[in-house]
């Protein structure tokens, strides 16, 4: 079965330092993958889609960048972290039209 | 402003009763939408998915109904659990980069002992 694994899972870091979320999938291959956020009390935004390796699409300008290394790996990055940038970061991978969600990475920017 | 969204932000329901979380969407173009359940900390696990050719589709103590006529999207938890308290997501396929979906921003399903 396809499992989905996020990390680390809670992360605290100092305004202008930088980010590396990672999200890895295990039991399929070449997989839509999409990193989204969601604030306190709010919907899920979505930030970046990738239909493989090295294509990503950024649905928001932002602070952040994504990047595809390998098939079933996708990383969420920052060069500098801003306040605005804490959040609860949500990787999900697609199989025909559903979505499934990872764990998450709550980031504290402080 | 987002395209689906939810008529309450908290549902406060009995133990052993049944819930109703409503959900409106507006681009009719639409043809495929989900329900998500988040517990606290958690991602979001799928529920039931529903396709814009039917009405309803049953679950496991879950219903979901979609009237296409007024663009509004319900589900139905049969029996509501302590374990069914939770922020419930509906989200919808309405096309674009790699079939993103639009979530609502939730309700809040809180069950009362």
């Known amino acids: 079965s396809q499992t989905i694994h996020q990390w680390p899972a809670t992360l605290v870091q100092p305004v202008g330092s930088p980010l590396s979320l990672e999200c890895t999938v295990e039991?399929?291959?070449?997989?839509?993958l999409y990193w989204y956020r969601q604030a306190a009390g709010r919907g899920l935004q979505l930030l970046f889609y990738s239909v493989g390796i090295g294509q990503i699409s950024s649905e928001v300008p932002q602070n952040l960048s994504a990047s595809r290394p390998q098939d079933r790996q996708f990383i969420l990055s920052s060069k500098k972290l801003l306040l605005s940038d804490s959040g609860f970061y949500l990787c999900a991978w697609k199989t025909g039209k559903t979505q499934y969600f990872g764990p998450g990475t709550r980031l504290l920017v402080l | 402003g987002e395209s689906v969204g939810l008529h309450l932000p908290t549902l406060s329901v009995q133990e052993g009763d049944n819930s109703i979380i409503n959900c409106a969407y507006s681009n009719s173009a639409s043809d495929y939408f989900i329900w998500y359940k988040q517990e606290s900390g958690k991602g979001p696990q799928f529920i039931i998915d529903?396709?814009?050719?039917?009405d309803k589709r049953q679950g496991q103590r879950v219903t979901v109904l979609l009237n296409k006529t007024v663009k509004h999207l319900s589900l139905q938890i049969a029996a509501t659990q302590p374990g069914d308290s939770a922020v419930y997501f509906c989200?919808?396929?309405?096309?674009?980069?790699?079939?993103?979906?639009?979530f609502g921003k939730g309700t809040h399903l809180i069950i009362q002992p």
């Open positions: 529903i396709r814009s050719n039917m």
């Open positions: 989200a919808e396929r309405s096309g674009g980069g790699a079939d993103g979906l639009t």
């Open positions: 039991g399929t291959s070449n997989p839509n």
